[in-house]
Structures are given as structure tokens and as C-alpha cells.
């Protein structure tokens, strides 16, 4: 009974032990450390006084209701980037990245880990998060965009070493930072890759192009080289076809070929025969025809073209006549009807001066008929001024006009003088129609001395002061100068 008792109280004993070393009892696992505070513990590598002590990989005793045991994760964490920077060009990108960390294996960056982390180990990748974020943007803020695409290593490594001291600092270990992804809202980086891809596309589109040129041209050379195989197969069956049916047309148009040769033999000699007729006849014919003809037609037409001229000119002599005297008489009347006029107004201007001295006394009368009379003798001397005035003008202006009126009042004695020169002249021949008759009649004047001298009379007939110097009339108008005249000889 003792003995059951005993053996009873050994077992509790032991069960008791045992339930008191498993409360005492703490195992740290690989992945984790065991944080023991409640007593002052030295840790190797620490300061003194920290309190507490670090336990991992291995077991330990821990006081219950002493000390307190804590576990702090040694496991790999990862934290996500994403964070919006600014470039050096002020080009704004958003970088994406992952950032893997864990705490660190030595005590010392255990202890900074528990001491930061302890209670809030769910809130490690948030603060990793902040720490990376700075660095980044300060970092991407002195490069540009081509420097992060094209060495992202760098951005890699200099975001890294910035923030190792930090990470440090809080006890934890970066195994592996990532960018993974650089976005750019602006498009600048897509408007950096469009030259590039539209070079590529560039040189894909050129070397189509070049294929599909080549296989063009290869298939046009083909079909060329066909149509000319083809062509010249043609050729030679209708060359093959063509000289067979040249042969037997030359066989079927032998006998009337050589008939048609000599039945044209035939014709050429006949041809021949009838031209030497026609051209014998001909001749003929100018001889006994033509010549006798064309001769009579000649003389015919010499006769008819002179009398055709006389009369030309008979016609014109007569016209220049009549509108000369028209002329002159038109003058003539023109200058007696301003005469009158001016009469006129002088009368007039008498009778009022007259009417007016009657009604003004009696006494006056005689003293106004003077002044009448004097006005009238100086008005009529004044219309007779203006009129040798008016001729001396005319003759100043247009003495050619003056001298052919006179010429065409008195041209029928001087044409009878010309004629006289061809009074002896039995038979002439006139050359060169109207023209030949103007130079004839101008020669015959020269010749005639008689109508020479009475054309010059008619121009010395119009200076009234005399011959031998040149006189002005009172309107003062020249007078044409008189030139003394001798006859020339009829024949010189």
C-alpha cells in the first residue's frame, strides 16, 4: 500500500515536472527568434542594459509569470512599389517595383527589428515601402528618361545603397530590389520608341517592297520571255504560211503577169506617141494662136487703159474746179456778210446815239449827228481793216489754198497752154496708165511757158504793193514775194 503510494506520488511527481518544464519551456524555430524580457540578460554584441535576450534556433527556460517570451518573424517579406517621381527633364513617371527583405540574421539587426517591429510586424512592408519611395524619387530625380530605361541596374543599385544604411538602421536585410515596370502618362516614352519603330517599320515595309519587286519582275520576265517564245512561234508559221502562199499565187499569176507585161509595153509606146502629137499641136497653136492673140489683147488693152486714164484725170480736173470755185465763193460770201454785219452794228450804234442826243436838247443835235457821222466813217473804216485783215490772215495760213483757187479759176487756159506743147506730136504711146498721164501733164506744164508764166502770173497777181520786196498788209500778214518769170524753151 505504502509502496503503491509512493510509486503513486513519483508519477505525479514526475507528470507535475514535466507540465512545469513544458511552461518553462521555449523553443525558438528556424524562422524565428525568441525575444525573453523580464530579467536582466546580457546578449554578446549588445549594450548592457537592453533587457532582454534573443534567443533563436535553439530551446530555453523561461520563468513564467517573470518573464515574458515574444516571437519575431525571420521570414521574407515583400513590400510593393509604386511610386510617382520626377525625372531631371520634369518629365513625371511612375516607377513600379517590388522590394524583398527579411530581418536580420545577426543579433544586433535582431534586436533593432524587435525593437521597431515587435508589436506592428505586419506594418514592416508599409514602412519599407516609405523608406524605398524616398530614395526613389530622389534618385529618379537626377536622371532622365533614357537613363532609367536603358540602365535600369543603376537606378537599381543607387536606390539600393541609398537605402541599405536605413534598412539597417531598422534591422532588416534587402534581399532583392526589382523595377519592374517605369509607366509614363505624358507618352514620352512612347514617342521616344516611334522613330525607332517606324524606322522598323520602315525597313520591313522597303524589304517587302524589294520582294515584292523582285517577284514582279520575275514574273514579268517569265511572262515576257513566254510571250516572246510565243510570238516568235507565230512568226514563223505565218512566215512558213506566207511563202507558201506567195509560191502558189506566183504559180497561179505566172501566164497573166507576163500578158498584163506586155500588153502595159503596148500602152508606154502608145503614152509615148500621143504626147509628141499633143505637144506638136501645141506648138502650134502658140504659133498661129496664142502669140497673134495675145498681142491684139495687148494693144487692146494699152488703148482702153489710156483713154480710161484720160478720162481719170479729165473727171478729177473737173472736180478740183468745182470745189475750188465752191470754195472761193464760200469765202467771198463769208467775208461781205461779216462786213454787212459789222455795217449793221455801226448803224445801229449811230441811230441810238442819235435818239439819245435828240432826247437829251436840241442844243445838242448838231454835236450828235458829227458823233453819228464819225462813228459811222469809224466803223466802216474799221469793217474794211478787218476784212484786208481777214484776206492778209488767210494768205499768212494757208497761201496754198489761195494760190490753188486762183489756179483752179483760171486752170482751162492754163492746160490749153500745156496741150499747146503737143501740137506737133502726131502719134504717142502713154506707158504706165494714170500714173504715166500725171508725170506727162506735170512735164507738159513744165515745158509749156505759156501756162508756166500764167500760173505765175496768177501768184505775182495777188501782192498788191508791187514786185521786187515783200510788203505787209495793215493786218499785219505777209504778202507773197513776186518773182520775175522768163519763158523756157518748149523742147528744153
Not at 39 to 49: A, I
Not at 414 to 429: H, L, N, T
Request: aromatic share 2%.
Amino acid at each position: 500500500m505504502v509502496i503503491g503510494i509512493g510509486a503513486a506520488a513519483v508519477v505525479v511527481a514526475f507528470v507535475v515536472l514535466i507540465v512545469v518544464f513544458k511552461l518553462m519551456w521555449r523553443v525558438a524555430e528556424p524562422n524565428e527568434a525568441l525575444v525573453i524580457s523580464g530579467s536582466k540578460h546580457r546578449t554578446e554584441g549588445l549594450g548592457e542594459g537592453m533587457g532582454f535576450r534573443i534567443v533563436t534556433g535553439r530551446g530555453t527556460l523561461v520563468t513564467p509569470g517573470i518573464q515574458v517570451v515574444r516571437k519575431l518573424s525571420l521570414d521574407l517579406n515583400e513590400a510593393d512599389l509604386d511610386v510617382e517621381c520626377v525625372t531631371s527633364q520634369g518629365i513625371p513617371v511612375r516607377v513600379r517595383g517590388v522590394v524583398i527583405f527579411k530581418v536580420g540574421d545577426d543579433m544586433v539587426s535582431i534586436a533593432n527589428a524587435a525593437r521597431r517591429f515587435l508589436d506592428q510586424q505586419k506594418m514592416m512592408g508599409q514602412r519599407v515601402h516609405n523608406v524605398f519611395a524616398g530614395h526613389l524619387r530622389s534618385i529618379v530625380g537626377s536622371l532622365t528618361v533614357e537613363d532609367m530605361i536603358r540602365d535600369r541596374e543603376r537606378l537599381t543599385g543607387e536606390t539600393r545603397a541609398a537605402s541599405g544604411t536605413e534598412m539597417e538602421k531598422l534591422g532588416l536585410i534587402i534581399d532583392s530590389l526589382q523595377i519592374q515596370e517605369i509607366l509614363d502618362p505624358t507618352g514620352y516614352i512612347k514617342n521616344l520608341a516611334a522613330p525607332h519603330a517606324a524606322a522598323v517599320q520602315r525597313d520591313a515595309r522597303i524589304a517587302q517592297a524589294a520582294a515584292d519587286r523582285q517577284a514582279t519582275e520575275a514574273e514579268q520576265e517569265a511572262a515576257a520571255r513566254k510571250a516572246e517564245a510565243t510570238r516568235n512561234s507565230e512568226i514563223q508559221k505565218a512566215g512558213y504560211q506566207a511563202e507558201m502562199d506567195k509560191a502558189a499565187a506566183q504559180a497561179r499569176q505566172a501566164g497573166p503577169l507576163a500578158e498584163a507585161a506586155s500588153r502595159q509595153e503596148v500602152v508606154v509606146q502608145e503614152t509615148r506617141v500621143a504626147e509628141l502629137e499633143a505637144q506638136r499641136r501645141e506648138q502650134q497653136l502658140q504659133v498661129d494662136v496664142r502669140k497673134p492673140a495675145d498681142a491684139q489683147a495687148y494693144q487692146t488693152r494699152t488703148l482702153a487703159e489710156a483713154e480710161r486714164d484720160a478720162r481719170i484725170s479729165s473727171a478729177q480736173a473737173q472736180a478740183q474746179e468745182t470745189e475750188l470755185r465752191a470754195a472761193a465763193e464760200a469765202t467771198r460770201v463769208k467775208t461781205a456778210a461779216a462786213a454787212e454785219a459789222e455795217a449793221t452794228k455801226a448803224r445801229g450804234l449811230a441811230a441810238a446815239e442819235a435818239t439819245r442826243a435828240t432826247g437829251e436838247a436840241q442844243a445838242a443835235a448838231s454835236r450828235a449827228q458829227g458823233l453819228a457821222a464819225a462813228e459811222a466813217a469809224r466803223a466802216k473804216g474799221l469793217a474794211e481793216a478787218e476784212a484786208i485783215k481777214a484776206r492778209a490772215a488767210a494768205l499768212a495760213e494757208n497761201q496754198e489754198a489761195v494760190v490753188a483757187q486762183q489756179l483752179a479759176e483760171n486752170w482751162p487756159e492754163i492746160v490749153r497752154a500745156g496741150a499747146s506743147a503737143f501740137g506737133s506730136v502726131d502719134q504717142m504711146v502713154l506707158l504706165n496708165g494714170a500714173d504715166g498721164m500725171s508725170e506727162l501733164f506735170a512735164k507738159a506744164l513744165t515745158m509749156g511757158g505759156t501756162g508756166l508764166g500764167l500760173a505765175r502770173q496768177l501768184l505775182s497777181a495777188m501782192n498788191p504793193a508791187g514786185a521786187g520786196s515783200s510788203q505787209e498788209q495793215p493786218g499785219g500778214a505777209p504778202v507773197a514775194q513776186r518773182v520775175p518769170v522768163q519763158s523756157e524753151d518748149a523742147q528744153g
